[in-house]
């Protein structure tokens, strides 16, 4: 979990202040980093600046002060375009292209690199597959065809198109039944131990963050209140802010982390 000394993080927020025009402070000096194999969830009430925190990673936004570095680059030195194109990106409302089909919106990714048409048909092919959708089936389907956890499903997939070292994803799951949420997890975390990336995920949903991720970070009003594994934070919550979080969901945390919690 920890990078050797010649990997740089896979992301680094150093001191990072956000004020938005007309807006509170939304990031009030954030520390934190994502190691280049491991999965950060980002966890905190509505209005914390998870979505902020984001953001600033894959350049729709600048930090006031303070500065976010990329595989051990700011982003200010960034090309914003190839920023982009180097990582998988998941919106909660996933943002597929309604006129495309399946397999197409799977492939985007590889159309912007310039790949041929067959290459980025055959990976799609395989993605689709990966995460659970049957290709024979799905792949000629416009988005409008599909359940709304199709449609996730379809967005994962785009997400780790073009073999990405590092995917952002904001409530990737969010708005499913309990069911699919749940399959969606186990799904998801089946295959980031299989492809070892850097993974930043943005949920509420303390239950779901330790199924999925390595460490978690809680943030409250653009501050980070504290980071560690589910574990730590079950045992040893900085405030009461981390504790309330967690005591709704004790009980499931304790069965998940048997002895270890
Ligand atoms: N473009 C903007 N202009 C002004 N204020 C903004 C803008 N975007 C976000 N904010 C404010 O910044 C704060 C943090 O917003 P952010 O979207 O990061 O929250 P969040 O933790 O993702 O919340 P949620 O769980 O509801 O998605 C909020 O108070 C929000 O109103
Ligand atoms: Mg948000």
């Given at each position: 979990?920890?990078?050797?000394?010649?990997?740089?993080?896979?992301?680094?927020?150093?001191?990072?202040?956000?004020?938005?025009?007309?807006?509170?402070?939304?990031?009030?000096?954030?520390?934190?980093?994502?190691?280049?194999?491991?999965?950060?969830?980002?966890l905190?009430?509505?209005?914390?600046?998870?979505?902020?925190?984001?953001?600033?990673?894959?350049?729709?936004?600048?930090?006031?002060?303070?500065?976010?570095?990329?595989?051990?680059?700011?982003?200010?030195?960034?090309?914003?375009?190839?920023?982009?194109?180097?990582?998988?990106?998941?919106?909660?409302?996933?943002?597929?292209?309604?006129?495309?089909?399946?397999?197409?919106?799977?492939?985007?990714?590889?159309?912007?690199?310039?790949?041929?048409?067959?290459?980025?048909?055959?990976?799609?092919?395989?993605?689709?597959?990966?995460?659970?959708?049957?290709?024979?089936?799905?792949?000629?389907?416009?988005?409008?065809?599909?359940?709304?956890?199709?449609?996730?499903?379809?967005?994962?997939?785009?997400?780790?198109?073009?073999?990405?070292?590092?995917?952002?994803?904001?409530?990737?799951?969010?708005?499913?039944?309990?069911?699919?949420?749940?399959?969606?997890?186990?799904?998801?975390?089946?295959?980031?131990?299989?492809?070892?990336?850097?993974?930043?995920?943005?949920?509420?949903?303390i239950r779901?963050a330790c199924?999925?991720?390595?460490?978690l970070?809680i943030?409250?009003?653009?501050?980070?209140?504290q980071?560690?594994?589910p574990a730590d934070l079950l045992r040893r919550p900085a405030n009461a802010f981390v504790r309330n979080f967690f005591s709704d969901a004790q009980s499931v945390l304790e069965?998940?982390l048997?002895?270890?919690a």
């Amino acid at each position: 979990m920890i990078p050797n000394s010649h990997t740089p993080p896979a992301v680094a927020w150093h001191q990072v202040r956000k004020s938005y025009p007309d807006g509170p402070e939304a990031l009030r000096g954030v520390d934190l980093t994502v190691a280049p194999d491991e999965c950060l969830a980002i966890l905190g009430t509505s209005g914390s600046g998870k979505t902020t925190l984001l953001k600033l990673v894959n350049r729709l936004i600048d930090p006031t002060s303070g500065d976010v570095l990329v595989r051990g680059v700011s982003t200010r030195d960034w090309d914003p375009i190839a920023l982009r194109r180097s990582m998988g990106y998941v919106i909660q409302d996933v943002g597929l292209m309604p006129h495309m089909n399946v397999l197409k919106n799977v492939g985007l990714p590889l159309r912007l690199q310039g790949r041929p048409t067959q290459e980025r048909d055959a990976e799609a092919w395989e993605w689709l597959e990966l995460v659970g959708l049957e290709p024979d089936r799905f792949a000629p389907l416009r988005p409008h065809q599909l359940s709304g956890g199709q449609r996730q499903r379809v967005g994962v997939a785009r997400a780790l198109m073009g073999d990405p070292d590092l995917i952002l994803m904001d409530e990737p799951f969010g708005a499913l039944d309990p069911i699919t949420r749940r399959e969606l997890q186990d799904e998801f975390h089946r295959l980031r131990l299989r492809l070892r990336k850097a993974v930043v995920f943005v949920t509420h949903d303390i239950r779901e963050a330790c199924r999925v991720a390595d460490r978690l970070a809680i943030v409250d009003h653009g501050t980070l209140i504290q980071v560690g594994t589910p574990a730590d934070l079950l045992r040893r919550p900085a405030n009461a802010f981390v504790r309330n979080f967690f005591s709704d969901a004790q009980s499931v945390l304790e069965d998940m982390l048997g002895d270890s919690a």
